[in-house]
């Protein structure tokens, strides 16, 4: 190859590495790994490796510091994707501004008090996306599934003979009982939306090393 041609080769490969630049000064997202696909939707790793930073930081007010791999906040992150995907079908789970932007507020806060060095290069945007993403779910669950699961008195008389006789707290309220009994049915009741909307999406998995 002559030594123009070579030349001119190495220019167009800086051009593209400049335009590739610009472009993700533009808001468009420059090469790097994926992590996953979920029905057609790409997920990064950076991606995962931002919600495994927000878990660990405990940025979602009441939440505790957790520390997850790689594989584990994939799989938070993938859960997350099929519900919003199903969101987004059913037009069904909204969140108030007010609540929102209470929570963001708290994160954020969460997030500077955070010492792990994982939350460097988070954007305010960014937590208070996940917050917002967060608070749409739940209320996707509370619409689809909480408000349908009742927990009947005689449930609750059952559970209270039950506990008592196995040496449980007799000061315990059916109110209370009930709460914790509707809570433990929704639960449950998540998980099987969970098993049966990853049993018919089309999951498809990169290989992801530990870092």
């Given at each position: 190859?002559?030594?123009?041609?070579?030349?001119?080769?190495?220019?167009?490969?800086?051009?593209?590495?400049?335009?590739?630049?610009?472009?993700?000064?533009?808001?468009?997202?420059?090469?790097?790994?994926t992590?996953?696909?979920?029905?057609?939707?790409?997920?990064?790793?950076?991606?995962?490796?931002?919600?495994?930073?927000?878990?660990?930081c405990?940025?979602?007010?009441?939440?505790?510091?957790?520390v997850?791999?790689?594989?584990?906040?994939r799989?938070?992150?993938?859960?997350?994707?099929?519900?919003?995907?199903?969101?987004?079908?059913?037009?069904?789970?909204?969140?108030?501004?007010?609540?929102?932007?209470?929570?963001?507020?708290?994160?954020?806060?969460?997030?500077?008090?955070?010492?792990?060095?994982?939350?460097?290069?988070?954007?305010?945007?960014?937590?208070?996306?996940?917050?917002?993403?967060?608070?749409?779910?739940?209320?996707f669950?509370?619409?689809?599934?909480?408000?349908?699961?009742?927990?009947?008195?005689?449930?609750?008389?059952?559970?209270?003979?039950?506990?008592?006789g196995?040496?449980?707290?007799?000061?315990?309220?059916?109110?209370?009982?009930?709460e914790?009994?509707?809570?433990?049915?929704?639960?449950?009741?998540?998980?099987n939306?969970y098993?049966?909307t990853?049993?018919?999406?089309?999951?498809?998995?990169?290989?992801?090393?530990?870092?």
């Open positions: 190859m002559s030594l123009r041609g070579a030349l001119s080769i190495h220019l167009a490969a800086l051009f593209l590495l400049a335009a590739n630049g610009a472009r993700a000064l533009d808001g468009y997202r420059v090469y790097e790994s992590a996953a696909s979920v029905n057609g939707e790409v997920l990064f790793l950076s991606d995962v490796a931002r919600e495994g930073c927000f878990h660990r405990a940025a979602m007010p009441g939440s505790k510091p957790e997850l791999t790689l594989q584990e906040a799989d938070r992150l993938i859960a997350d994707v099929l519900v919003l995907q199903e969101q987004r079908k059913l037009a069904l789970g909204q969140v108030d501004n007010a609540a929102l932007s209470a929570s963001a507020e708290e994160a954020a806060a969460r997030m500077t008090a955070c010492g792990s060095p994982c939350k460097a290069g988070i954007r305010p945007e960014e937590v208070r996306s996940w917050v917002e993403r967060k608070l749409v779910i739940r209320d669950f509370n619409r689809r599934v909480g408000m349908f699961v009742e927990v009947s008195d005689e449930d609750v008389e059952r559970e209270i003979r039950r506990r008592t196995a040496g449980g707290s007799a000061d315990l309220t059916a109110d209370q009982v009930r914790e009994m509707r809570e433990a049915k929704v639960a449950q009741e998540v998980r939306w098993d049966r990853a049993s018919k999406a089309r999951i498809v998995l990169s290989p992801l090393g530990e870092k």
